[in-house]
């Protein structure tokens, strides 16, 4: 099948505005290889803070440093499926009911895209919950978006359990 031809002038006008604005939006947005050497390795060493500050909140059960990481409509998706909101995440933290005795991290990737901070990562992790011991190995993924007052805030995060040899879930 070939393609439709515009038929007419204001199509093939339309056509063209189209093309022009997505060109400009393409332009305009920055791009990894257009942020300086300095500025990527500047922004890779923030988030890398960040991501030891939100370990340092689970594990401490810091409320005040959680609230400040954590965007206003942060969504979060739970290794059981379940979705959590900024105000769950904190009211579970705040009650407890999911005790972190330690949280291993490695294989840690960050991607930068302008404004907004991919982070992919491993974590070991030692903890209970309400129907009891939840320690296991997972894969998470934390989106960090810079706000318009140029702070990093986390506005999504999914993890999902890896399966052992033999596990049948």
């Given at each position: 099948m070939g393609m439709r031809k515009a038929?007419?002038?204001?199509?093939?006008?339309?056509?063209?505005?189209?093309?022009?604005?997505?060109?400009?939006?393409?332009a305009a947005t920055p791009s990894l290889h257009a942020m300086p050497r300095a500025e990527r390795h500047g922004t890779r060493h923030e988030i890398e803070h960040l991501e030891d500050a939100w370990r340092s909140a689970v594990l401490k059960g810091n409320i005040a440093a959680m609230d400040a990481l954590l965007a206003d409509d942060y969504m979060a998706i739970t290794p059981t499926g379940i979705l959590q909101s900024k105000e769950q995440t904190l009211a579970n933290l705040r009650s407890g009911t999911i005790h972190f005795n330690s949280i291993d991290l490695s294989d840690r990737k960050i991607r930068l895209y302008g404004t907004t901070a991919l982070v992919t990562s491993r974590?070991?992790?030692?903890?209970?919950?309400?129907?009891?011991?939840?320690?296991?190995s997972f894969r998470y993924t934390r989106v960090y978006v810079k706000d318009p007052?140029?702070?990093?805030?986390?506005?999504?995060?999914?993890?999902?359990?890896?399966?052992q040899p033999g596990e049948h879930h």
């Open positions: 038929s007419s002038p204001a199509a093939k006008d339309r056509c063209l505005a189209i093309g022009f604005a997505i060109l400009v939006m393409l974590a070991e992790v030692a903890a209970t919950g309400p129907d009891g011991d939840i320690s296991g007052r140029g702070v990093w805030r986390i506005v999504s995060f999914e993890a999902s359990r890896i399966k």
